[in-house]
């Protein structure tokens, strides 16, 4: 059966209805106390390419269940009232996480070009999890 949209159009559909956040304006951001930085990328992605300090682990997998307070597996990082911004490593993954977060009534914004940019702009980057 073939595909009726393919996974460049979803992408482009949800960076049109989503809040994208540039790397130097998040890089300023970075130390507010008020805002969240959200990693949905995979653990071995952390491992190898380190992570931005500070920042949440949320596996993509679990993102929906972990901010819905009636999910058995809610996590109450999600449950403050602050702003939230989720990257993975260019920016794909993260605006369909958060496009879907928006379906839910969950408020939050992505890294448009998600971590490998951060990389290039010397963000700050932790080698190991702790």
Same mark, same amino acid.
């Given at each position: 059966?073939?595909?009726?949209?393919?996974?460049?159009?979803?992408?482009?559909?949800?960076? !049109?209805?989503?809040?994208? @956040? %540039?790397?130097?304006?998040?890089?300023?951001?970075?130390?507010?106390?008020? *805002?969240?930085?959200? &990693?949905?990328?995979?653990?071995?992605?952390?491992?190898?390419?380190?992570?931005?300090?500070?920042?949440?682990? !949320?596996?993509?997998?679990? @993102? %929906?269940?972990?901010?819905?307070?009636?999910?058995?597996?809610?996590?109450? *990082?999600?449950?403050? &009232?602050?702003?939230?911004?989720?990257?993975?490593?260019?920016?794909?993954?993260?605006?369909?996480?958060?496009? !879907?977060?928006?379906?839910?009534?969950?408020?939050?914004?992505?890294?448009?070009?998600?971590?490998?940019?951060?990389?290039?702009?010397?963000?700050?980057?932790?080698?190991?999890?702790?």
């Amino acid at each position: 059966m073939p595909l009726t949209k393919s996974a460049a159009q979803m992408v482009a559909e949800a960076r !049109a209805r989503i809040e994208e @956040v %540039e790397t130097a304006t998040l890089i300023a951001m970075a130390d507010d106390p008020d *805002v969240v930085i959200v &990693d949905i990328r995979d653990i071995r992605e952390r491992q190898r390419s380190g992570f931005i300090p500070g920042s949440v682990h !949320a596996p993509r997998g679990m @993102v %929906e269940f972990w901010v819905d307070p009636d999910s058995p597996y809610y996590k109450p *990082v999600f449950g403050q &009232d602050k702003r939230y911004v989720f990257h993975c490593a260019s920016g794909w993954r993260s605006a369909l996480t958060v496009a !879907a977060l928006q379906e839910m009534g969950f408020a939050a914004a992505h890294l448009k070009d998600g971590f490998s940019d951060w990389q290039k702009a010397g963000g700050p980057i932790e080698n190991t999890d702790s």
